[in-house]
């Protein structure tokens, strides 16, 4: 069984592309820029299940179209209407990838470390629909706490442990 701690985030399915099966996906970030994955994890009806990807193309920037094997028509692509969709974390990593190739949304479930403020909480989201990206984490006390999602206050990042380690600038509690 696929857990949310296993994966991430990387979209939502809208509704069938045409009448073959295809389905039209909002992107949260350009995953399949990085390379081609054999399958994608979908939240059905609370659960993460995998479906094996036949075919992915861009319709626009933040727009993929989808089809996945056994899936073909319409009908049966309706079945995604909203589904949120995630990446499983062990296809994201490669050799080749560097820090800065990784997407804001690889850290949800990541437990946020600073250096001064020790451990902040647990990312739940991440808000990108602004200019200036937000971590929303939940504290252990059950607080939702934002802070901003920049380069330039990450430390380094233990992904096996899941940890993000950071150095917020003094007074961001305040």
């Known amino acids: 069984m696929i857990t949310r701690e296993e994966v991430f985030n990387i979209g939502r399915f809208v509704k069938p592309h045409g009448v073959k099966g295809e389905i039209a996906l909002n992107l949260r970030n350009d995953v399949f820029s990085q390379g081609e994955y054999p399958y994608l994890v979908c939240d059905i009806d609370g659960i993460l299940v995998p479906f094996f990807v036949s075919s992915f193309r861009y319709k626009a920037s933040s727009t993929g ?3 996945f094997e056994g899936v073909e028509d319409e009908k049966q692509a309706h079945r995604f209407d909203g589904v949120e969709v995630y990446l499983h974390r062990s ?3 490669g050799e080749e990838m560097d820090e800065e190739d990784y997407s804001w949304n690889f850290f ?7 250096a001064k403020y020790g451990e902040i909480g647990v990312i ?14 939940n504290s252990a006390e059950g ?4 802070i901003p999602a920049a380069e330039e206050l990450i430390a380094g990042f233990d992904e096996e442990a899941q940890v993000l380690h950071t150095q917020l600038p003094e007074g961001l509690f305040d």
Not at 108 to 114: A, E, I, K, S, T
Not at 143 to 146: D, K, N, V
């Open 91 to 93: 296809l994201f990593k």
């Open 143 to 146: 607080e939702e706490i934002l």
């Open 65 to 67: 179209l989808v089809r």
């Open 108 to 114: 949800v479930g990541f437990r946020v470390v600073d």
């Open 124 to 137: 739940d989201d991440v808000d990108d629909d602004t200019a200036n990206v937000l971590f929303i984490i």
